[in-house]
């Protein structure tokens, strides 16, 4: 901790001379937001070793911008799951996460750098070890899989530029290997991985299109000797996403798909049988959303609907996944900045003629102060 | 912060991470403060405008200190009171004397000096912004712009015109991404005049309208068809019509098409001799003198085309119909024929609107009430004895307000950075909130989509297989 307050401190000497452009009359924009929900998986998937699950989340940020080429992003988190076949939910209470932006060049060169670090997870007992690998490994439902967030670092680098009236943004970021000591007695060292992403996005014909690729590549996982244990196959995703204006309002589609090779087999595994295939068991996805945006009421309150079509497919033991995803959205606009948004979902799938079926919701409230009035020129008059 | 695991030892992981973690962190605000420098000290040196008074100038000098606050790499300072009788001798042949003065002196060391120099041109106003940079050898910045002459009644818009103009030649940075493209003029509006806010775009023969800009038709001999993507609008001469930007999209959570049909003046004899023999259209000035504009429309009106007020769209045949405009609502008086009417700001589909009937709509609910018969006697007459006075409004008063000032965005990266980077960042579990406003529904972005649980790369957060 003596680093830490050792290392903060100089940063924030180094950021002082600049940290007095407020005394102008200047103030600096920031946006601060606060997210609380859940969602309640109400019948399992008939595969899923329990009856049913739920997760719930409180997410908090703030993001300022001291310069006009510096972001910094500041968040705490609680989450907690109940997997499928968990005895017990698993917590993460405290889940801090920071990063700051750089614009190097003007409009053209951007880096980035963050960090992850959850504090006082809790454990996941020996017990539940099926179940956490069926929840990870295998097809889940519950909207956020991310329960696990080992302490993690991440720093990427993006380039954007136009081709007129194309917009490219080509961008990699790289994760740092980390280590996982929350479940009993089977510490290990998830890998590296290396992220790829170009998006072109260009208006035609009055809509806006885009196309991304992402490309994600994986180092060895390690045991706690650090030993190789696993390995992840390529990771290739694309996407194609439309939107445009029609005369009720704003319409926006998208279409998905993601594919996987075939994982390198383990060499120690945890209390659960063997892959028994030799087939990829990794899931492939193909995926369709449709959203409409409709204009603002006199109240200033949005709407918009989002219904997304998925299909799972695993290889391995050929099962299949669908699942229908409906979204319902109402965003206002609080004193003409701020916004207030709720966010309903609802899913039901099915697989093997069997249904399941889950519901969730969540509020979020972001605050946004501007640091200019953008209705009045600056805030304050100039010296 | 440590995080030990169950067997006791201490993670060699955290110790590691630390020194990456300090390392990135201080190279990446080393290299922004490196970059910035912080902000540049920036003041309005001189102000030269011939025909007006000093109290002019320094409104002038005001408007383009406020204007050039907005620019966060800046740091404005009211320099005149600072510097007094040194700064109008800094552009002189030999600068030298005062620029040295000047930088010893003053307690902020001024690095910019901004000079507004305006002269007449024709009807209008030529002002050139100049831009000096002090004490780096950087080669000045000089932009010259041509303004309209009732510019000077307002200044903040004037002062606001001209360092976007001067901000523009100094980045050189085109605007790209998911702007609407420019309406295209079937017919060419001949004469006409394409401006931005207070500042002369293009005179003469226009053949395209962009977004952000304010089109002034002059007496032309006929109406105009401008297309877009969807719609088809009809401009009438002597009319004064904005396309707002997509900025305004976001400002003003309405949609693409909120245009203003102003000042409609003398567009009706023009329609009723040349272009559209059946339709009768006149203008009337209020009791009160404010904005409005009447007409009628007739059954030379084609089905694709749509009369836009501020508040509606309208479609059609209709064959008497009185259209007003006034304090942002717009009133729909049909005697005879049908027409379909699209309240601009709500989410309901066009309404129909039945001969004999009044439709109100500030641009949401469209309210219908009966136009009784004497009522619509009364506007059959006053359609039938038009008269076409002029509006006798200045250009000036309608001019786009301050809403429809590009400058008057937050100075953050660009969204679609932050989008990327965002995505980037949702590996380790963050929801960055962009800054800026809320695009809900604007046409400059991709709507927040969500484009499916295993977007996320983090192979812990959605893994495959994972652990030993």
Known sequence: MKQVAIYAALIMSALSPAGAEGEDGYSIPWVARLEYGGFDLLQAPPDAPGEDGYQWQLRHGVTIQPWRIILFHAGWDYRETLAPGFTRPYREPFNLQASATVEVLPDFVYAWFGMGWPMRQSTIPPSDSSAWDGFLSEHSTLPDAGILNPASIQGGGLVRFGLDPALVLAGMSYQLPSDYAQFEGRRFRPPWLLRMKLEIQWPWSGSGQSVEGIATLYGYELTREKHEAHREAPWLQFRYSATGLGEGGLWAATIGISGKWKDENREVLLDIPPPTSEDNGNLQRFYFEAARFLKSSPWSIHFAVANRIEAQWRPSDGRVYLENTLSFRNLWRVFQTHGLELHWRGLIGETEGRPYFGAGVSGVFTFRHLGQNMFSGPSESQP | ?468
């Not at chain 2, 009171?81 to 902020?108: H, I, T, V």
């Not at chain 2, 002034?216 to 002597?238: C, H, I, Q």
């Not at chain 2, 990327?420 to 406003?437: C, D, H, V």
């Open chain 2, 1 to 468: 912060m440590s995080q030990n695991s169950p067997d006791g030892d201490r993670s060699p992981f955290l110790f590691s991470s630390y020194r990456v973690l300090i390392a990135c962190f201080l190279f990446l605000i080393s290299t922004g403060i490196r970059i910035t420098s912080a902000k540049i000290p920036t003041a309005v040196w001189h102000v030269e405008f011939p025909g007006q008074d000093t109290l002019f100038r320094e409104g002038l000098a005001q408007a383009l200190s406020q204007a050039l606050a907005e620019d966060t790499t800046l740091k404005v300072y009211d320099a005149r009171r600072l510097g007094g009788g040194l700064l109008d001798s800094l552009f002189d042949q030999n600068p030298e004397p005062a620029r040295s003065k000047l930088a010893s002196s003053l307690p902020p060391k001024m690095e910019l000096a901004i000079r507004v120099d305006c002269r007449t041109a024709e009807a209008n106003i030529a002002c050139g912004v100049e831009g000096r940079y002090l004490l780096q050898d950087i080669p000045s910045v000089r932009d010259t712009g041509i303004y309209l002459a009732d510019a000077v009644v307002k200044p903040h818009l004037l002062g606001a015109c001209m360092v976007r103009r001067w901000r523009e030649a100094r980045d050189g940075v085109k605007r790209t991404g998911l702007m609407p493209g420019p309406l295209v003029l079937k017919t060419p509006a001949m004469p006409g005049r394409l401006l931005r806010d207070v500042e002369i775009l293009r005179e003469g023969e226009i053949k395209a309208f962009p977004p952000g800009t304010t089109l002034e038709t002059g007496d032309m001999p006929y109406p105009v068809v401008a297309s877009g993507s969807r719609l088809e609008y009809v401009l009438y001469p002597n009319g004064i019509y904005t396309y707002p930007l997509a900025e305004v999209m976001q400002l003003e959570k309405g949609s693409l098409g909120v245009w203003q049909l102003r000042d409609t003046s003398s567009l009706i004899s023009k329609l009723q001799r040349v272009a559209l023999p059946d339709t009768s259209t006149k203008s009337t000035k209020m009791a009160d003198g404010k904005e409005s504009a009447v007409g009628a429309l007739g059954p030379g009106l084609q089905d694709s085309s749509v009369l836009l007020t501020p508040a509606c769209a309208i479609r059609g045949r209709p064959e008497a119909l009185r259209v007003s405009h006034m304090r942002g609502e717009t009133r729909l008086e049909l005697v005879q024929g049908g027409i379909s009417v699209l309240p601009l700001l709500s989410s309901q589909p066009a309404v129909l609107l039945p001969e004999l009937n009044v439709g109100k709509t500030h641009g949401y609910e469209l309210e219908i009430e009966k136009l009784g018969e004497a009522k619509a006697e009364a506007v059959s007459r006053d359609l039938a004895k038009w008269v076409g006075p002029k509006g006798g409004l200045s250009l000036s008063q309608l001019l786009p307000g301050i809403l429809f000032s590009s400058q008057n965005t937050l100075p953050a990266l660009r969204p679609e950075v932050q989008d990327f980077i965002g995505g980037e960042l949702s590996n380790l579990g963050m929801r960055p909130a962009k800054l800026g406003l809320d695009d809900w529904n604007a046409a400059g972005s991709l709507p927040p989509l969500t484009p499916g649980k295993n977007e996320a790369g983090c192979y812990l957060c959605r893994p495959n297989h994972v652990g030993p």
